[in-house]
């Protein structure tokens, strides 16, 4: 039988396609969320888990871009640095049961719990007086990019020894930046919309990471 599986795509075109399922899946979390009570704080962490997951999985041909870094630290931002981090955890290791996990699943939860956490600690100056700060936000979420991939780097002293780390984060430079620059590519697409969502959900403006992970 011939069918749609026996159709190969060219690179471009499963790009396309990723991307056309994303917005799909974006538009219909948008919706349920529009059914959602003022108190439904953690579903709406949930609807932003699935999208975050599904980002990074549908634009896993393109290297190192996704969503998940910006989400997690606007999640810093708008909800403290707990929840922002049950969120990276549970982001890393449900996208990774599809993309591949391992060791370095560690390595990522943590480097985006404290891409989070720095969410949460500048809150004030990201979203001073209830409105986001975009130009700021897509500077920190650059370096962000940096600070997230040199934490995963140090993954590779498991396997090489501590004097050939700085050779190997300098190769991965170039990947470096191109998380750098999706990041700003989703701060200039995501900002807004996700701030305007998060804001009807957050207990609080302006958490404070530290104060918000000793207390719950």
Same mark, same amino acid.
């Given at each position: =039988?011939?069918?749609?599986?026996?159709?190969? @795509?060219?690179?471009?075109?499963?790009? /396309?396609?990723?991307?056309?399922?994303?917005? =799909?899946?974006?538009?219909?979390?948008?919706?349920?969320?529009?059914?959602?009570?003022?108190?439904? *704080?953690?579903?709406?962490?949930? %609807?932003?888990?699935? &999208?975050?997951?599904?980002?990074?999985? %549908? %634009? *896993?041909?393109?290297?190192?871009?996704?969503?998940?870094?910006?989400?997690?630290?606007?999640?810093?931002?708008? &909800?403290?640095? #707990?929840? #922002?981090?049950?969120?990276?955890?549970? /982001?890393?290791?449900?996208?990774? =049961?599809?993309?591949?996990?391992?060791?370095?699943? &560690? +390595?990522?939860? $943590?480097?985006?719990?404290?891409?989070?956490?720095?969410?949460? @600690? %500048?809150? #004030?100056? @990201? +979203?001073?007086?209830?409105?986001?700060?975009?130009?700021?936000?897509?500077?920190?979420?650059? /370096? $962000?990019?940096?600070? &997230? *991939?040199?934490? /995963? #780097?140090?993954?590779?002293?498991?396997?090489l020894s501590p004097e050939l780390l700085p050779m +190997?984060?300098?190769?991965?430079?170039p990947f470096d930046l191109l998380h750098a620059a999706?990041?700003?590519a989703f701060v200039a697409w995501l900002a807004v919309?996700?701030? *305007?969502?998060?804001?009807? +959900?957050?207990?609080?403006?302006?958490?404070?990471?530290?104060?918000?992970?000793?207390?719950?």
């Amino acid at each position: =039988m011939i069918d749609a599986h026996m159709v190969t @795509l060219s690179p471009m075109a499963m790009l /396309v396609l990723n991307t056309s399922l994303l917005v =799909m899946i974006g538009w219909a979390l948008w919706r349920a969320e529009q059914n959602l009570t003022p108190h439904s *704080d953690w579903l709406a962490l949930a %609807l932003l888990g699935i &999208f975050a997951v599904s980002g990074r999985v %549908l %634009l *896993d041909p393109i290297p190192n871009i996704q969503p998940v870094t910006v989400i997690v630290l606007l999640t810093g931002i708008h &909800f403290g640095a #707990s929840r #922002s981090v049950a969120l990276a955890a549970t /982001v890393a290791l449900a996208s990774n =049961m599809i993309l591949g996990h391992g060791l370095w699943t &560690f +390595y990522q939860a $943590a480097g985006w719990s404290a891409v989070g956490i720095v969410g949460a @600690l %500048l809150s #004030s100056r @990201l +979203y001073p007086n209830g409105t986001i700060a975009t130009t700021k936000l897509a500077a920190t979420s650059a /370096v $962000a990019a940096l600070a &997230f *991939d040199w934490i /995963v #780097s140090l993954s590779a002293l498991h396997t090489l020894s501590p004097e050939l780390l700085p050779m +190997y984060i300098v190769s991965g430079i170039p990947f470096d930046l191109l998380h750098a620059a999706g990041n700003v590519a989703f701060v200039a697409w995501l900002a807004v919309p996700l701030t *305007d969502l998060m804001s009807r +959900y957050a207990q609080s403006p302006s958490p404070s990471a530290l104060s918000d992970l000793a207390t719950r």
